[in-house]
């Protein structure tokens, strides 16, 4: 059957695709375009094609769901020459989205009519690809190089009217598309309008085609498609169209079998599966309007921000005056960041600071809430008599949420007459910009609790992960071990600057050593006196950092950690008293040092990695190894290009990961013990990502 409708009216034929949810380009459009074609070329009288899309949207783009599968003929970008070489006008009338192969067809098409509302893109990039029917070369000769390459290389969703004011479309007009597009489709047929084809405009003017190239592939941090669209829009200017086209194709197919395309798709799909757990099946989220938050401190002001700009009525707790009026200035101060960055009106700064927020040193404010969060100090006496406040006077059904990072959930839950309303809710800090959430999920809470903490993440705008009760949950749980294998790196002779150089350049974020500084280094010292006690023998445990932390230097907040900072500079350089620290250290140990290349660090580091994240699924902590991924991308600067270190580690092979791991063990068998559920793979030949698709089925 085909998904697109053919239908005349009057001397125009009306293509419509109809492939829900949003009309992606599988096998069946593709063929439908090319028959529509033909049939609007043989039906005597047609003098123009207008295409639309059914639905919410144009067309998506390509049907990712065809990837790394064989192309089936007609290919893409057959169907986009096919439609441009029509003799007949062809007009696209688009609405939501048009993206990747979506904005291609549009290309394609002599004239382009949208919705204000809808938006425009190449997104190719954030797969891995870069676009792969003409939009390399079609779309630098209808608005220049420079434009092209926004465009191109950062994928973003471009607006309406900035694509009209790009020249990417021709007219902006709010109705019914199809409605509009026959419209703008007469107009164009009574004024004469001839056919437009972007492949004939003259080609583009030059760049610096080496800056650009440079640039890109630097702010892609090792991602290789945004800098490869560099070089397939270069293509556009010194080939011709038809060379073009083929250089661009061969380009694409050469993604396509990369790693990092593997790795992004993995991560498109799972960022939607994250949030699709069978436990939640049927069950509806409670009611959520007003939200209470307890402590006014960077996180608790943090949570507060993102709920109010969330349109939530907002009641946050401080216990003293001067901290609920210092609380109250935070959020201001956040939400001021919102209207400097144009994400808020003045007027709507007024009424979020004002209307939508109540600070206040009363737990009765509390009463009518639906939600509390409460973020104060981590210690469980501090919160287990917080809880006991929040049992006295929160309503019957109100959710009672922990932001802790490693408390026992179990223990506040059961410290309260109402478990079944208590759940973790796990923000990351600044909570108003960090995309991910974990939902911590303890023994007695309630199916509909768990599904208002996903409500509550999806209402936010967060990436909402399912995690279970351990020290740490899922993320900080992995952060320990892969921390501790840069720490014992740096006892054997990595100096802490080497190991953050090549984690930078293997795509994260930020180096372990300068995510410290930033986080705070009294964190990691409160948690190693924490744990002292129940340490085993064999553990390794650096104390070189303790001594800067006695001296009362924290990191970045006190201007010195592995890092010395200067005000007014972004970023540290190296501190000489750790150099120093470290080698007292390694003296007092007897350990002669030794050198490490980039890539052993990488492999140790990832491996640590992997096999905590391992033992994390195998204890069902994280349900699914793309719980880990998407915890990882979006809480720790994982390089989404990889997918997440579960489908790194598939990557690479389960097999050559255990065998380092193995390899390892025989330094140090107390840390590198292997995961049972990484052995059970390789031994059964399976990969992490066989787990996910099982949990799917
Ligand atoms: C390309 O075009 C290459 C060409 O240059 C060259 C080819 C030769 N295919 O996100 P949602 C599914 S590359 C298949 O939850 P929203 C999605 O998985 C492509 N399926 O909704 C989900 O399924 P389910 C370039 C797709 O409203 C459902 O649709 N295009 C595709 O939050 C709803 O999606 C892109 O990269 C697809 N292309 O967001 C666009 N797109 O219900 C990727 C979506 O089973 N897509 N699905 O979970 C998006 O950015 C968002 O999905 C979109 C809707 C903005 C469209």
Partial sequence: MSNVAYSRHDDIAVLTIQNPPVNALSLAVRQGLMAGMDQAEADSGVRAVLIVGEGRAFIAGADITEFGKTPQAPWLPDVCNRIEASPLLVVGSMHGVSLGGGLEVALAAHYRIAQPSSRVGLPEVHLGLIPGAGATQRLPRLIGVEKALDAITTGRHIKAPEALEMGIIDKVEEGDPEAVGLAYTRSLLDEGASRRAVSEMPSPQAIDWHAAYDATLKKGRGQISPAQAVRAVQASVEQSFEEGMKTERQMFMDLMKTDQREGMIHAFFSERAVGNLPELKGVEPRALQSIGVIGGGTMGAGIATAAVLAGFEVVLIEMKDEAAAAAHERIAGNLSGAVKRGKITQQKFDALTTVALTVSTNYDSLASVDLVVEAVFEDMDVKKDVFGKLDAVCKPGCVLATNTSYLDVNEIADSTSRPADVIGLHFFSPAHVMKLLEVVVADKTAADVVATGFALGKALGKTSVRAGVCDG????????????????????????????????????????????????????????????????????????????CEQGHFGQKTGQGYYIYEKGK??????????????????????????????????????????????????????????????????????????????????????AVLSDIETYAQEDAWFWQPAPLLTKLVAEGRTFDDLNKEAAK
């Avoid at 002292?532 to 064999?538: I, K, L, N, V």
């Avoid at 195998?618 to 600067?637: C, N």
């Fill in 473 to 548: 949950f899922i993320g900080n749980r992995i952060l320990a071990t892969y921390r501790t294998a840069a720490d014992h790196m740096v006892l054997d002779g990595a100096t802490p600057y080497q190991i953050d150089a090549a984690l930078e350049k293997f795509g994260f974020a930020m180096g372990p050593f300068a995510v410290a500084d930033l986080a705070g280094l009294d964190i990691g010292w409160m948690t190693r006196k924490r744990k002292a006690p129940t340490r085993h023998a064999d553990e390794r445990v650096p104390t070189y950092i303790d001594r800067l």
């Fill in 570 to 655: 972004r970023g540290g350089v190296p501190n000489p008293a750790i150099t120093r620290l470290i080698e007292e250290e390694q003296t007092a140990l007897g350990i002669t040092p030794r050198a490490f290349t980039d890539a052993e660090i990488v492999r140790r580091y990832m491996s640590a990695m992997v096999n905590e994240a391992a033992k994390v699924v195998g204890e069902g902590i994280a349900k699914r190894p793309l719980d880990v991924d998407m915890t990882l991308v979006f809480g720790y600067g994982f390089p989404r290009y990889w997918g997440g270190p579960m489908k790194w580690a598939d990557l690479q092979g389960l097999g």
